[in-house]
T-cell receptor, first 111, second 114 residues
């Protein structure tokens, strides 16, 4: 079955710097890749997603890139702010049959 | 934050007891899901339902049961057969099409053993 690995498990950056979180997946048939943000004590919320027919997607300070050949996708957050501090989860779905989540990355943005 | 409501927020289980976690949504979504979240791990799927009166086991269904009698409701029962139930449980829903649609999560229920 699909296996999703996420790195790093923790990430600390200074306010204003960029943050990058990377996920790798095992099944080349995976075709949908969402990213969720979970603030402390709150529910996970979708922040951006990408499908396999697109290489990059951007939404203001957040972008996701997908490398199908290498089977990895990354979340990029630019000009980080303290409110970006949260746990971020990646996920991968295979042909609408399943979804697997990464273990999460705890991002801390220091003011 | 409306849309999907989980209750209770905190729940305690005694040995040998079954407990039921509630999940209700008013988003008119066809699909609903239950996940378990443990520290340092991603979300693991317990059960999911793509349509009323139908549900499928996820990766860690043993010791759990569900029902889907109404579109709006997808309760999860943690049975006494689940020997390590202490975890954070998240319910989610999505529109028809399931896995390739964004999932909307509830606020979760934290279950502990007494």
């Amino acid at each position: 079955g699909e296996n999703v690995e996420q790195h790093p498990s923790t990430l600390s950056v200074q306010e204003g710097d960029s943050a990058v979180i990377k996920c790798t997946y095992s099944d080349s048939a995976s075709n949908y890749f969402p990213w969720y943000k979970q603030e402390l004590g709150k529910r996970p919320q979708l922040i951006i997603d990408i499908r396999s027919n697109v290489g990059e997607k951007k939404d203001q300070r957040i972008a996701v890139t997908l490398n199908k050949t290498a089977k990895h996708f990354s979340l990029h957050i630019t000009e980080t702010q303290p409110e970006d501090s949260a746990v971020y989860f990646c996920a991968a779905s295979i042909n609408n049959n399943d979804m697997r989540f990464g273990a999460g990355t705890r991002l801390t943005v220091k003011p | 934050d409306g849309g999907i409501t989980q209750s209770p927020k905190y729940l305690f289980r005694k040995e040998g007891q079954n407990v039921t976690l509630s999940c209700e949504q008013n988003l008119n979504h066809d699909a609903m899901y239950w996940y378990r979240q443990d520290p340092g791990q991603g979300l693991r799927l317990i059960y999911y339902s793509q349509i009323v009166n139908d549900f499928q086991k996820g990766d860690i269904a043993e010791g759990y049961s569900v029902s889907r009698e109404k579109k709006e409701s997808f309760p999860l029962t943690v049975t006494s057969a689940q020997k390590n139930p202490t975890a954070f449980y998240l319910c989610a829903s999505s529109t028809t099409g399931g896995w390739e649609k964004p999932q909307h999560f509830g606020d979760g229920t934290r279950l502990s053993i007494l």
